[in-house]
């Protein structure tokens, strides 16, 4: 059965950083893209990053290139989303998602909010 069990929500003040971190089980880590999303209230869930299985090469959205850095640990079968000026409009329910190669998306975590004053 595959798990994702993700950790490091929470409030910080705008400006401020924080590391997402995302641990998988039940299926080959190192052999699966991974990606972040995020979703608030009466919003679709939106794509935020993404990295591949091989080569780890990256993906990010728009809105938070520059300031959000996606990374692996295949080692420790764990993703990462560091997060730096965080800004009120960041604030979401963040979600660890993990593909098939060239695959859309078919487990996903439980979702850690992340809340960002002003």
């Known amino acids: 059965q595959v798990q994702l069990v993700e950790s490091g929500g929470g409030l910080v003040q705008g400006g401020g950083s924080l590391t997402l971190s995302c641990a998988a089980s039940?299926?080959?880590?190192?052999?699966?893209?991974m990606g972040w999303y995020r979703q608030t209230p009466g919003k679709e869930r939106e794509f935020v990053a993404a990295?591949?299985?091989?080569?780890?090469?990256?993906y990010y959205a728009d809105s938070v290139k520059g300031r959000f850095t996606i990374s692996r640990d295949n080692a420790k079968n764990t993703v990462y989303l560091q997060m730096n000026s965080l800004q009120p409009e960041d604030t979401a329910i963040y979600y660890c998602?993990?593909?098939?190669?060239?695959?859309?998306?078919?487990?996903w975590g439980q979702g850690p909010q992340v809340t960002v004053s002003s």
């Open positions: 998602a993990s593909a098939p190669r060239a695959s859309p998306f078919d487990y």
């Open positions: 990295i591949r299985w091989r080569g780890g090469r990256t």
């Open positions: 039940g299926r080959t880590f190192s052999s699966y893209d």
